[in-house]
DNA sequence: CTGAAAGCGCTTACAG
DNA sequence: CTGAAAGCGCTTACAG
């Protein structure tokens, strides 16, 4: 049987409370006492139960992050350096993907609400209007919630923007723009929004598909794209899967890239999985993640946080532009 | 301020005691009484505090997935399916990512002894002897960390070598084995040993290269390979990172794959992340997670469990070989 | 079938 | 600075 609190205070013939205040690093203990409890804690090998501590104070030192997917570069990436950011912190990261299935998700909801955390990262693609969820710490990537959920992002317009300006000064004349719509309000829209402007800007006429995409659905979107715009000589597609699945089907149809077809995507760099080596721009995941916990950690303590976060994304030239 | 059960046992009129039977579900209760519970449990909206169980019933509900990174495929799926099996049996799952550091292993191991989660499911590479583990209920995959943690694997031995043979009866005369050899007893092992076996039986001479690696290792490991093997006309690569660092390497070099060199890898099919299209000896990601997890719902049910299941892999021809 | 009570291992006012 | 006591929200013998 584990030592309670109260069998290091009898050792050491002293109350439980002194002892609480010992393991808590009051310093409001004599140093005599503080000794003698040290003395017990060693002797018992004692270490505080857990539970009991977080019933006690009614928090569980736990933050659920929930994803779409886990087996995906960009949120595996992500989770790794949330797991990193939050043991800092003192947090454990209870791993959620909802797989896009929106019961699941819900089920994850109401045990946040239940409290079995006591915060959360959402990434995930449902709105949830859970009304128990109000008092409940939530921050998010990318996503736009709501005001009371902060959310970090990256300078989707800017890049895109820039990303799809080199294929054009690089000698493009048909660029496209191949995504899908987010189902919450996003700041993924911003690259849709920018390609729309740098067309506009350009004279350029739009080849764009950009609808809503359940995830598996990429070939029947990159095959929609291609019927429709056999043309192109440049594509900006948004989303590493996308990217991954696009570059695949116009190889197989003999299509040369660069020479024939550029593409740029947005994320589309992942070199170790083995993915293609593809002119990107690059998300700053770690810093992204590591921001999105510290956002957190602020909401649970009840700190004023900012809304809305955005970091600078870094443009890498792969062997998929001229 | 959330209702608690004494809330529910005024509104109702009974005793906590039967508002508990209510909610656990213990059928000694009286239609009529349960009745009037239900109803002010409704009212109330009252939902049980999940901390005070846990406290009560000693135990967490969460279970604990430590891998050595997770931004990888083959511990991504995995920590999808152990996550989704976990949940179907009221499991929590706190991911960790000890990326090959010790010392956060260490910490890990603290908290499961400390019984902040009910059990773990442990990949990871160093061999912990913390005795205050003992108790607490541990599985793992491929490894063999002694006999009270039972393990889920793969046919390795079986595998390798049919993939050996494949290589060999379809022409190949030089055959290499490109491997890292692990930190703790492992089943992984028995892939070398085949290789060395089906050499053997073949009367070839080896051509393998097999040390302890660091992950990040890989392309120098693959280096060394190829100078001394340069010859080799067929390549069983044991891994996925490191088979995609030899694939480029080789492709690099100006071999052709597989008209010079045919590679068979295992693991080395993970198309999803955009990888490479390679033959490939293909684990059972799902089954293996969720036999772990059912192993390890066993043990913390103090139930029976078998030391080791083997799973049987596919063989998945891809563009590496001919 | 049901209620009153003890107790899980802590923390935290409250006195002194 | 320190101890005795109350209480966090549950579950579970124990009587009846």
Same mark, same amino acid.
């Given at each position: 049987?584990?030592?309670t609190?109260?069998?290091?205070?009898?050792?050491?013939? !002293?109350?439980?409370? *002194?002892?609480?205040?010992v393991i808590?690093? @009051?310093?409001a203990? #004599?140093?005599? *006492?503080?000794?003698?409890v040290?003395e +017990?804690i060693?002797?018992?090998?004692?270490?505080?139960?857990?539970?009991?501590?977080?019933?006690?104070?009614?928090?569980?030192?736990?933050? +659920?992050?929930?994803?779409?997917?886990?087996?995906?570069?960009?949120?595996?990436?992500?989770?790794?350096?949330?797991e &990193?950011?939050?043991?800092?912190?003192?947090?454990?990261?209870? /791993?959620?993907?909802?797989?896009? %299935?929106?019961?699941?998700?819900?089920?994850? $909801?109401?045990?946040?609400?239940?409290?079995?955390?006591?915060?959360?990262?959402?990434?995930?693609?449902?709105?949830?209007? @859970?009304?128990? /969820?109000?008092?409940?710490?939530?921050?998010? =990537?990318?996503?736009?919630? #709501?005001?009371?959920?902060?959310?970090? *992002?990256?300078?989707?317009?800017?890049?895109?923007? %820039? +990303?799809?300006?080199?294929?054009?000064?690089?000698?493009?004349?048909?660029?496209?723009?191949?995504?899908?719509?987010?189902?919450? @309000?996003s700041?993924?829209?911003?690259?849709?929004?920018?390609?729309? &402007?740098?067309?506009?800007?350009?004279?350029?006429?739009?080849?764009?598909? %950009?609808? !809503?995409?359940q995830?598996?659905e990429?070939?029947a979107?990159?095959?929609?794209? =291609?019927?429709?715009?056999?043309?192109?000589?440049?594509?900006?597609?948004?989303?590493?899967? /996308?990217?991954?699945?696009?570059?695949?089907?116009?190889?197989?149809?003999?299509?040369?890239?660069?020479? &024939?077809?550029?593409?740029?995507?947005? &994320? #589309? $760099?992942?070199?170790q999985?083995?993915?293609? %080596?593809? *002119?990107?721009?690059?998300?700053? $995941?770690e810093e992204?993640?590591?921001q999105?916990?510290?956002l957190?950690?602020?909401?649970?303590?009840?700190?004023?946080?900012?809304?809305?976060? !955005? /970091?600078?994304?870094?443009? !890498?030239?792969? +062997?998929?532009?001229?």
């Amino acid at each position: 049987m584990e030592a309670t609190i109260k069998d290091v205070a009898k050792y050491a013939g !002293v109350g439980v409370g *002194t002892v609480s205040r010992v393991i808590n690093n @009051e310093k409001a203990v #004599g140093e005599k *006492t503080r000794q003698k409890v040290l003395e +017990a804690i060693e002797a018992l090998n004692y270490s505080r139960n857990n539970m009991a501590f977080q019933f006690r104070k009614n928090e569980t030192r736990i933050i +659920a992050l929930l994803v779409p997917v886990i087996n995906h570069p960009f949120f595996a990436k992500l989770a790794y350096y949330v797991e &990193d950011e939050a043991t800092r912190f003192g947090y454990s990261v209870i /791993l959620v993907s909802s797989q896009q %299935n929106v019961d699941k998700e819900a089920a994850i $909801i109401k045990k946040i609400a239940h409290r079995e955390v006591d915060g959360a990262v959402f990434v995930t693609h449902y709105m949830h209007e @859970e009304e128990s /969820l109000k008092g409940c710490p939530i921050v998010s =990537i990318d996503r736009n919630f #709501g005001e009371n959920i902060p959310y970090v *992002t990256s300078d989707n317009y800017d890049a895109t923007k %820039n +990303a799809i300006k080199y294929m054009i000064e690089g000698g493009a004349k048909k660029v496209g723009f191949l995504g899908s719509k987010p189902l919450v @309000e996003s700041e993924v829209s911003e690259r849709a929004r920018a390609y729309v &402007d740098a067309m506009q800007e350009y004279g350029m006429p739009l080849r764009m598909v %950009n609808e !809503v995409m359940q995830h598996g659905e990429e070939a029947a979107v990159v095959s929609d794209f =291609i019927k429709q715009y056999s043309d192109v000589d440049g594509v900006f597609v948004s989303g590493y899967t /996308l990217s991954q699945v696009f570059y695949d089907e116009m190889t197989a149809l003999g299509k040369r890239i660069p020479d &024939d077809v550029e593409i740029v995507s947005y &994320d #589309g $760099i992942f070199r170790q999985w083995g993915a293609i %080596n593809m *002119t990107s721009v690059e998300q700053p $995941i770690e810093e992204m993640a590591r921001q999105v916990v510290r956002l957190l950690v602020k909401k649970i303590h009840g700190e004023e946080t900012p809304a809305r976060t !955005v /970091l600078k994304t870094k443009f !890498v030239l792969g +062997a998929t532009t001229k």
